[in-house]
């Protein structure tokens, strides 16, 4: 009878997983708000460029304030990843990788997690993950560095419940993690975490701290096999420092009145905290502590904390008990054809993103051919569609490149500054403008007699400067 039960369960199609690795990422991978960011674009335009030159940019091919200066994407991987299913595919080829890459991060999650919690249990955990995740979920190089993180982080911990450090082959995953984002680094940190761990709480000290040096200094080596060399590996620390992060909205403080589910998230998980009181090394609570302070002190670190903290906590839930678990390859083989399948609809579904500020593509439209080739000064989502359509923008979503002086200069521009505007005009000879209808700006060109209102839509309107 025992047989026999068992072998009916092993025969049962396993809802949860379907669910969790299926359904969810389907629905997520095909909401038209991942194309809602300008950088989308540039991004595409980038990863284009460098398939057509087949070669990796050494200076600014886009924008004509900073044409020629040098510049390397650091996220070239990335982009020739998205550039290759948008010629494939277009936005629909777009959205199909974003799916595949949730349908990794959710599978990565779903059979960690079911190591230790219920199936159903797992499922509810990959929802709140995915509240979380919403926010930043946009089709952008650091989407597809999230299964990455999951795996990295199970990588590490596997390693710790077999007592070793992991394989000098798992600190390769930093060449194509440091080559996809600049979030690599924390893929270092997390290392560093669990070799801490293992330092304190290993029967044998001296060969842990000999196993996870050599691969901390592994993945060190492997971080510098970049576009960019030391330079790359840096830049993610360079960047902090920028007096520009408070200007962009995914570098501001994290904030209830913003990102309210997120908060309700955190409260949630902090309940359950308080009552189940799950059991982990304190190494690895300080990790989640630490990601917790950098979350809170930026929008876009709050991925990367309910990623870890899904991979991690679990085991803390279950204090370290596994539970007894079947093999289900029926439900696996289903599950797998059904990625493939879904991935390939949505692939060759029509999709187009929506009409705002980051696909102002019928305001483009509207563009005279005459202004096309002259200096423009654009809302900062547009640049990226801008540059994508061969149109040279002022500025777009590379801040790194443009650098503070610029930026922030701009930011007094876009606010309606009269005097920086003028000052604008005057250096760079800006013959139109492409603003966001709610743009300060606007009312200030409206009251000047050099410009003329040559289009406008429900996106934002198109001036024209009428002197000389």
């Known amino acids: 009878m025992a047989t026999a039960a068992a072998a009916g369960q092993k025969g049962r199609i396993n809802l949860p997983l379907l669910v969790a690795v299926l359904l969810i990422p389907a629905v997520l991978g095909s909401s038209q708000t991942i194309f809602n960011d300008g950088d989308v674009s540039w991004h595409i335009a980038t990863g284009e460029w460098i398939l057509d030159h087949r070669a990796i940019p050494h200076a600014d091919p886009f924008s004509f304030t900073w044409l020629g200066k040098p510049w390397v994407p650091i996220e070239w991987l990335s982009e020739v990843i998205y550039a290759s299913t948008y010629r494939l595919a277009g936005y629909a080829g777009v959205a199909a990788l974003v799916t595949a890459t949730l349908i990794a991060l959710h599978a990565v999650i779903f059979f960690n997690a079911t190591r230790f919690v219920r199936p159903w249990v797992a499922v509810g955990a990959l929802v709140l993950v995915d509240v979380t995740l919403i926010p930043m979920l946009l089709a952008r190089p650091h989407l597809l560095t999230w299964p990455l993180l999951a795996f990295w982080t199970l990588l590490m911990l596997r390693a710790r419940e077999q007592d070793r450090a992991p394989s000098l082959i798992a600190a390769a995953l930093m060449i194509i993690w440091a080559n996809l984002h600049g979030s690599f680094v924390f893929g270092l940190a997390i290392a560093a975490a669990f070799g801490l761990d293992a330092l304190v709480d290993s029967p044998d000290r001296q060969r842990a701290f000999r196993q996870w040096l050599v691969f901390g200094i592994a993945c060190g080596l492997a971080c510098l096999i970049n576009a960019n060399g030391l330079e790359g590996a840096l830049h993610p620390l360079r960047f902090t420092h920028f007096k520009m992060l408070p200007l962009i909205d995914e570098w501001k403080p ?7 589910f997120v908060f309700g998230v955190l409260v949630i998980t902090l309940v359950l905290l308080a009552w189940q009181r799950p059991s982990l090394p304190w190494a690895r609570w300080l990790l989640l502590a630490a990601m917790l302070g950098l979350a809170m002190l930026q929008v ?4 990367m904390l309910a990623i870890v903290a899904a991979v991690i906590l679990p085991q803390g839930f279950a204090r370290g008990a596994k539970r007894a678990s079947a093999g289900d390859p029926l439900s696996g083989r289903i599950a797998l054809a059904g990625a493939a399948l879904l991935v390939a609809i949505r692939a060759i579904m029509p999709l187009q993103p929506p009409d705002n500020q980051a696909n102002p593509w019928k305001l483009i439209a509207m563009v005279p051919p005459k202004l096309r080739s002259q200096p423009v000064l654009n809302g900062y989502s547009m640049g990226g569609p801008l540059i994508l359509s061969g149109i040279r923008p002022y500025v777009d979503g590379r801040g790194d490149m443009y650098g503070d002086e610029l ?3 701009y930011a007094d521009i876009i606010h309606g500054d009269k005097e920086a505007f003028d000052a604008a005009v005057r250096r760079w000879n ?4 492409m603003l ?6 606007i009312p200030v060109i409206q009251r000047s007699p050099d410009w003329r209102l040559v289009a406008s839509d429900n996106v934002g309107a198109i001036y024209e400067r009428i002197s000389p």
Do not use: D, F, M
């Open 430 to 433: 800006i013959r139109w403008a």
């Open 436 to 441: 966001p209808r709610e743009s300060k700006l």
């Open 254 to 260: 994290s904030n209830p009145s913003v990102t309210p």
């Open 300 to 303: 876009r670190h709050q991925a």
């Open 407 to 409: 930026v922030v200069g």
